[in-house]
């Protein structure tokens, strides 16, 4: 029951708004323990990391198509006066998108920073008009990414690499 527990608590750190990866793998490598008493290798816990914020990219990037569809079809104001800006919006962006594309995305994705990640990707994706197929792909690259970089860093301050009083360790273990 415990396992249950501690793989729950990280895929729900990966669905958080704005901390996705940044909070579920050092969850994973630091806090599983004193939390639930069990101990889940690195090499579990990233995978199962990763593939829920995947999920999570990929649930909002659906779910979005038949909300804005809802609000068009119930609402008049949200269909006359912030729906031809979203789509001017598109217009704008397209050639940017064409030029970057999908390396663009999973970059943005990629960079595990506040305000990035696979919700925040999978919004602006929509928004800019991105196709199912390109976003999946700039998704899963990106999140990937950040997983890899998160991780690195993680296995550092595991290994005694990281100083004790350096504002990494205190950013990822505060």
Same mark, same amino acid.
């Given at each position: 029951?415990?396992?249950?527990?501690?793989?729950?608590?990280?895929?729900?750190?990966?669905?958080?708004?704005?901390?996705?990866?940044?909070?579920?793998?050092?969850?994973?490598?630091?806090?599983?323990?004193?939390?639930?008493?069990?101990?889940?290798?690195?090499?579990?816990?990233?995978?199962?990391?990763? *593939? +829920? $914020? !995947? /999920?999570?990219?990929?649930? #909002?990037?659906?779910?979005?198509?038949?909300?804005?569809?809802?609000?068009?079809?119930?609402?008049?104001?949200?269909?006359?006066?912030?729906?031809?800006?979203?789509?001017?919006?598109?217009?704008?962006?397209?050639?940017?998108?064409?030029?970057?594309?999908?390396?663009?995305?999973?970059?943005?994705?990629?960079?595990?920073?506040?305000?990035?990640?696979?919700?925040?990707?999978?919004?602006?994706?929509?928004?800019?008009?991105?196709?199912?197929?390109?976003?999946? *792909? +700039? $998704? !899963? /690259?990106?999140?990937?990414? #950040?997983?890899?970089?998160?991780?690195?860093?993680?296995?550092?301050?595991?290994?005694?690499?990281?100083?004790?009083?350096?504002?990494?360790?205190?950013?990822?273990?505060?």
């Amino acid at each position: 029951m415990e396992y249950f527990l501690a793989i729950a608590t990280l895929i729900f750190f990966s669905f958080l708004p704005l901390l996705e990866l940044r909070a579920s793998i050092p969850v994973g490598f630091f806090a599983l323990h004193a939390m639930w008493g069990v101990h889940i290798d690195w090499w579990w816990v990233v995978p199962i990391c990763i *593939v +829920a $914020n !995947v /999920a999570l990219g990929i649930v #909002a990037f659906e779910i979005l198509l038949p909300i804005l569809a809802f609000f068009r079809k119930r609402w008049t104001w949200f269909r006359e006066r912030l729906w031809p800006h979203v789509e001017k919006r598109q217009q704008k962006l397209k050639p940017v998108v064409d030029r970057y594309g999908e390396w663009g995305l999973a970059i943005f994705i990629g960079v595990p920073l506040p305000g990035t990640g696979a919700l925040t990707g999978a919004v602006g994706a929509f928004l800019l008009g991105f196709e199912r197929r390109r976003f999946y *792909v +700039a $998704n !899963v /690259a990106g999140v990937v990414m #950040a997983g890899i970089a998160v991780t690195a860093v993680c296995l550092l301050i595991d290994a005694g690499v990281v100083a004790e009083d350096s504002w990494i360790r205190r950013l990822f273990l505060g």
